[in-house]
């Protein structure tokens, strides 16, 4: 469990909190490139831990994200005219740059002093893995790439990249990410249901059979330069141990642990938007081959476990508000949970925690130690920041081209020797 300090420490991320001002020091997604598609396309609105943003893609196809108010009179710039290079406020026409300086002023005399002088608050964008990227920390600090991801660096026809609305807090959720104890049960079929269910990207009948037989994995933990990879191992057959390895890359990526060697890899990336919400982008990309037009239409539809089925907004179908669509008698004689898909799953029992859980009331097991991990080391870097340490990771881009995934090998070998021979890198990291 956590004092209440520090779950307020690691759940608080406006500015001025710790976590808040670490989380600035990072470049993070904002929004799909194809959100603001076009040159000169609608500006959207942005929401990122607590602070409200405007964001417009310019005549020459660069990103701007300002603060929304005009500095003339403080009409919202989400109602402006995005044209010629700037977005111009509606109401008396100032016109404001990508880097937020005010290039026009119509209702200004020519020989005024301040011409020229007047800016209004801007973050530095980039774009990368068909994300739209920001940086809110203090000028000049910025690190001079976003974390490279292997979904990024693979051929845009190799990846598919979504996002989806949380309606609770980021910390919370991305703990859900680091339990993968969680799958013996969550996303299982009924007891009495005993094949023809898939429970993860292309999970065959085996795999389903050792994650229910083995409800207690036992977990190894290994620091990097970018956070950790935590492993998982369940029983199989014969003196074969079934692995899930997942990795966690500050300050609030995961890749997922299902796809066996040949298989579509998959990730997540936390953004908070305020204390009680998040958004999570979900990647899906294979390093050896285009994704297909029907892999496409799933991922669309939410038909694949990492993806879910997407109302306007980005909202899950099966939400909070309509109890996830829930169905007592699928319950009762097919799905252990009645709830239709594994990402829906995963977001019910991340809400159902509550908008921001309590951790002074938990009673945690041995395999939650992924999530202690995490908590630690997530605390102990906000406090570095605030006693003045930047933080290291955020220097280290090259560190987050890493994979994750499952394993089936001998249980002689160790977990370096697991990860050696699954991925070539006692790490999980790609050349």
Request: net charge negative; glycine share 10%.
């Amino acid at each position: 469990m956590l004092s209440a300090a520090d779950n307020d420490m690691l759940t608080r991320t406006g500015a001025g909190t710790p976590m808040g001002e670490y989380f600035r020091r990072h470049w993070l997604p904002i929004a799909l490139s194809r959100e603001m598609a076009a040159p000169d396309s609608p500006p959207i609105r942005i929401k990122i831990m607590s602070e409200d943003l405007v964001a417009f893609r310019d005549t020459r196809g660069q990103v701007g994200l300002l603060e929304p108010q005009c500095a003339h009179r403080g009409a919202n710039l989400f109602f402006g005219r995005n044209e010629d290079c700037g977005l111009r406020c509606v109401y008396h026409g100032w016109k404001y740059d990508v880097a937020g300086r005010c290039v026009d002023m119509p209702n200004v005399p020519p020989d005024a002093g301040y011409h020229g002088q007047v800016s209004i608050k801007a973050y530095p964008t980039c774009e990368f893995a068909d994300m739209v990227w920001a940086y809110l920390g203090p000028p000049g600090t910025a690190p001079a790439q976003p974390p490279q991801l292997e979904c990024g660096v693979v051929p845009a026809s190799h990846r598919y990249v979504s996002k989806r609305l949380v309606d609770c807090n980021w910390a919370h959720a991305m703990e859900g990410a680091l339990d993968t104890a969680h799958f013996s049960f969550l996303h299982m079929p009924a007891p009495s249901v005993q094949s023809n269910v898939n429970p993860g990207a292309a999970a065959d009948e085996n795999r389903l059979r050792w994650l229910r037989n083995d409800p207690l994995p036992q977990f190894v933990v290994r620091d990097h330069d970018a956070g950790f990879v935590i492993g998982g191992s369940r029983r199989a057959d014969d003196d074969q141990l079934y692995w899930r390895i997942t990795q966690f890359m500050l300050p609030s990526h995961s890749l997922t642990p299902a796809a066996m060697p040949g298989e579509t890899y998959f990730g997540y990336t936390w953004v908070p938007i305020s204390d009680t919400a998040c958004w999570i982008y979900v990647y899906g990309w294979n390093p050896d081959q285009p994704l297909t037009a029907a892999e496409r239409a799933t991922y669309e539809k939410g038909g694949y476990g990492q993806l879910a089925e997407l109302g306007p907004g980005h909202v899950p179908v099966r939400n909070r508000g309509n109890d996830y669509l829930i169905d007592r008698d699928e319950q009762k004689h097919r799905s252990f949970t009645g709830v239709r898909g594994i990402a829906e799953q995963d977001q019910m029992a991340w809400e159902s925690q509550g908008y921001i859980a309590d951790r002074s009331r938990e009673r945690l097991s041995p395999t939650d130690i992924g999530i202690v991990h995490f908590r630690r080391l997530m605390l102990d870097a906000a406090r570095a920041l605030r006693d003045g340490v930047a933080p290291a990771a955020a220097g280290r881009p090259q560190a987050y081209r890493l994979r994750a995934g499952g394993a089936l090998e001998s249980g002689k070998l160790s977990f370096e020797e697991m990860m050696q021979q699954r991925f070539g890198s006692t790490t999980g990291s790609v050349n």
